[in-house]
């Protein structure tokens, strides 16, 4: 089954093309690593995603909804984690979960099951009375993701997760994630750092607008360290 579905997607702002026909296809409990050096178009594909932005060309399909035919359905599969730290610091974990719960319309004994599953998943339930404020920088962004997991998504992006966090705390937060597939959640994570990516996951190199490879990081980066293939690739221009 498909998770996430992305076909001939094209966006530009004026005369600069951000993405050119992308097409790929993430399946059901598929983590896929988005790799692309600054201005690649990764936020342009995620502000598609979230129909933050809409593009005349191409469709997008999540967890079998056609965003732009059915984008109620298709936006309740999705979750999301910015970039940003967008957790209100003097709520406490767990209030800041039950807000948004409340958002999507979970409240009462739902929300509470559903708030205590979530912060397991990401090893946070013992923090869930500490304020937000008093959270590591590795901590906030567990509790974040989270979040994003209460209404159950099929799909959930990162974008640049580990922006600003030490390496054991970056560490914990890719375990962490990838773990979320083992009950089918599908994941695509945006990140512009090699060391995040594991050679059996699905990559997607983007660079200038463009796919330049799509396989597991193993095959992409065949006998060189990812590292150095990722810069040869995005080295020359497209
Ligand atoms: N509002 C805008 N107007 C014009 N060009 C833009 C605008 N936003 C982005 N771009 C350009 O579109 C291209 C893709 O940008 P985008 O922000 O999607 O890349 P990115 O991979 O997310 O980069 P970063 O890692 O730096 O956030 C870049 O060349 C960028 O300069």
């Known amino acids: 089954m498909t998770g996430l579905k992305v076909s001939n997607l094209s966006y530009h702002y004026g005369a600069k093309i951000a993405l050119n026909e992308v097409s790929f296809e993430l399946k059901t409990g598929e983590f896929c690593a988005l790799l692309g050096p600054n201005g690649a178009g990764k936020s342009t594909l995620f502000n598609l995603l979230t129909r933050l932005f809409v593009s ?3 469709h997008i399909e999540i967890a079998g909804h056609d965003l732009s035919r059915s984008p109620r359905k298709a936006l309740a599969q999705l979750g999301i984690v910015f970039q940003q730290t967008t957790l209100d610091l003097d709520l406490t974990v767990r209030q800041n979960l039950s807000y948004f719960a409340a958002l999507h319309g979970i409240s009462g ?8 599953a979530s912060l397991d998943r990401l090893g946070m339930l013992e923090r869930a009375d500490e304020k937000a404020r008093t959270l590591n920088g590795g901590h906030k962004r567990r509790a974040e993701i989270a979040r994003a997991l209460i209404h159950n998504p099929m799909v959930l992006l990162l974008d640049e997760p580990t922006v600003g966090l030490d390496a ?18 599908t994941i695509l994570w945006a990140t512009h750092l090699t060391d995040e990516v594991r050679d059996d996951d699905r990559l997607i190199i983007l660079h200038q607008a463009h796919i330049l490879a799509d396989g597991t990081a193993r095959d992409i980066s065949g006998k060189a360290p990812l590292q150095s293939r990722f810069l040869d690739l995005t080295a020359a221009p497209v």
């Open 56 to 58: 005349p060309n191409g």
């Open 109 to 116: 004994a739902d929300a509470t099951r559903r708030i205590d």
């Open 168 to 185: 054991a705390a970056r560490a914990s937060i890719t375990s962490h994630v990838h773990d979320l597939t083992a009950d089918g959640t």
